[in-house]
T-cell receptor, first 109, second 115 residues
Framework: ELKVEQNPLFLSMQEGKNYTIYCNYS?????LYWYRQDPGKSLESLFV?????AVKQEGRLMASLDTKARLSTLHITAAVHDLSATYFC?????????FGAGTILRVKS | GAGVSQSPSNKVTEKGKDVELRCDPI?????LYWYRQSLGQGLEFLIY????????KSGLPSDRFSAERTGGSVSTLTIQRTQQEDSAVYLC?????????????FGDGTRLSIL
């Protein structure tokens, strides 16, 4: 059974700082996704990563995938308050997504 | 509509009652998924529909849970004889097809509370 671990589970950052969220998974997969969830809201798709070495960037967020290490990272550059949310990685496993526990990100002014 | 639509947004019911949750996927999306999100268990897969194929029910936690998808569009998730541990947010998602480069688009969910 596939297991997905995210760390840290909680991250408090100062505005302007950089940080990385890590997503490890236990079994080979050909697809990995990052989602954002705001309080009381649903999940918003951020990135789809399909191949080893894939890197995608959108604004201050950059995601990468190392399939050999079974590791994906979500890097935050020069954080701003609007990035405060919960971030989930999800790994494709058959017909379903297996989600990590989520990282609660709080960006302080 | 532009996104996945779920109803009701909130449902409060007594233990032992049956509930039905509805999902209207994005037009043209053939793949439909149900997940639930709870504090203790995180996000868990429940069931998957793809076109007219037999659904993947491997995530349903008990035989009290069932789902159907009529006409390849709207789906209903039914929970019979609800228990307190069924309290969670039930999320529906859809995608164009079950394929690697197709992200699942999620609805706002139904928050289910069992008293």
């Amino acid at each position: 059974e596939l297991k997905v671990e995210q760390n840290p589970l909680f991250l408090s950052m100062q505005e302007g700082k950089n940080y990385t969220i890590y997503c490890n998974y236990s079994t080979t997969s050909d697809r990995l996704y990052w989602y954002r969830q705001d309080p009381g809201k649903s999940l918003e798709s951020l990135f789809v990563l399909l191949s080893n070495g894939a890197v995608k960037q959108e604004g201050r967020l950059m995601a990468s995938l190392d399939t050999k290490a079974r590791l994906s990272t979500l890097h935050i550059t020069a954080a701003v308050h609007d990035l405060s949310a919960t971030y989930f990685c999800a790994v494709g496993y058959g017909n379903k997504l297996v989600f990590g526990a989520g990282t609660i990100l709080r960006v302080k002014s | 509509g532009a996104g996945v639509s779920q109803s009701p947004s909130n449902k409060v019911t007594e233990k032992g009652k049956d509930v039905e949750l509805r999902c209207d996927p994005i037009s043209g999306h053939t793949a439909l998924y149900w997940y639930r999100q709870s504090l203790g268990q995180g996000l868990e897969f429940l069931i998957y529909f793809q076109g007219n194929s037999a659904p993947d029910k491997s995530g349903l936690p008990s035989d009290r849970f069932s789902a159907e998808r009529t006409g390849g569009s709207v789906s209903t998730l039914t929970i019979q004889r609800t228990q307190q541990e069924d309290s969670a947010v039930y999320l529906c998602a859809s995608s164009r097809r079950q394929g690697a480069n197709q992200p699942q688009h999620f609805g706002d969910g139904t928050r289910l509370s069992i008293l």
